[in-house]
């Protein structure tokens, strides 16, 4: 399965985790936490956490929308960010731009976009 897969992606010049999601291999949150935990990014799920709006003022909200993140809170003084898409090195970087000595969280879109959403 991974081997065609591999060749989908290529076939249809996607990614391999979109072909992944599209023939239900996967969910879109599993994918996140896999992703993450490679690159040693922990999990969280936002379904269990209510913001810290301290946290959410650091990353302007059209910014966090752009690129998918969340200041969610902090962690032995440090600002924690979610991200939807722990692979999206702008959106770190961006981040970090506006949050110093951010820690990062992967976290599920939905979840992200729907805590962005009530901020309107």
């Known amino acids: 399965d991974v081997k065609w897969a591999l060749e989908e992606a290529a076939d249809r010049r996607r990614r391999l985790g979109e072909?992944?999601?599209e023939?239900?291999?996967v969910s879109r949150d599993d994918l996140?936490?896999?992703?993450?935990?490679?690159?040693g990014i922990p999990y969280l799920d936002l379904t269990t956490l209510d913001p810290d709006p301290e946290a959410i003022s650091l990353l302007p909200v059209s910014t966090a929308r752009l690129f998918r993140t969340l200041p969610v809170g902090f962690a032995r003084g440090?600002?924690?960010?979610?991200?939807?898409d722990p692979t999206d090195e702008l959106a770190l970087a961006r981040a970090r731009s506006f949050v110093e000595d951010a820690r990062f969280v992967a976290s599920s879109d939905r979840e992200i976009a729907a805590r962005l959403a009530a901020l309107s």
Do not use: K, T, W
Not at 32 to 39: I, P
Not at 78 to 84: E, F, H, Q, R, Y
């Open 23 to 25: 023939e239900e291999y």
């Open 19 to 21: 072909v992944l999601i």
């Open 32 to 39: 996140v936490r896999l992703l993450g935990e490679q690159r």
């Open 78 to 84: 440090l600002p924690v960010v979610a991200v939807a």
